[in-house]
């Protein structure tokens, strides 16, 4: 399995309407061809910066299937008029794993 990692930095005091949008957003993952799990996590220090934490079997399930579906441009249409500036994503693999997940 590997993680996309997108931090997302939305415009300020639209906090409330852009968490709505993303959790309206989570059937759009849950019915992915190879989407496996998806949080999102806001920051403490920078509350306007949040990070979607989605993982795929493989990068291309992401890059290839999701990103060419209709339910992608579904997601930009939700989550997009809110974000200040253009996603950073990168996708990461597992190398050491601790405890509790």
């Known amino acids: 399995?590997?993680?996309?990692?997108?931090e997302l930095t939305i415009?300020?005091?639209?906090?409330?309407?852009f968490e709505a949008a993303v959790t309206q957003a989570v059937p759009l993952f849950?019915?992915?061809?190879?989407?496996?799990?998806?949080?999102?996590e806001r920051g403490i220090e920078a509350p306007?910066?949040?990070l979607l934490v989605?993982?795929?079997q493989t990068v291309e399930h992401h890059m290839v299937d999701f990103r060419d579906?209709?339910?992608?441009?579904?997601w930009r249409?939700?989550?997009?008029?809110?974000?200040?500036q253009a996603p950073k994503?990168?996708?990461?693999?597992g190398v050491v794993a601790g405890f509790g997940g």
């Open 1 to 6: 399995m590997i993680y996309e990692i997108a």
């Open 11 to 17: 415009k300020p005091d639209t906090h409330a309407a």
């Open 30 to 40: 849950q019915r992915a061809a190879g989407c496996v799990s998806m949080r999102m």
């Open 48 to 50: 306007d910066t949040y």
């Open 54 to 56: 989605v993982g795929w």
């Open 69 to 74: 579906s209709a339910d992608f441009q579904e």
């Open 77 to 84: 249409r939700l989550v997009g008029d809110y974000f200040a």
């Open 89 to 93: 994503v990168h996708h990461y693999a």
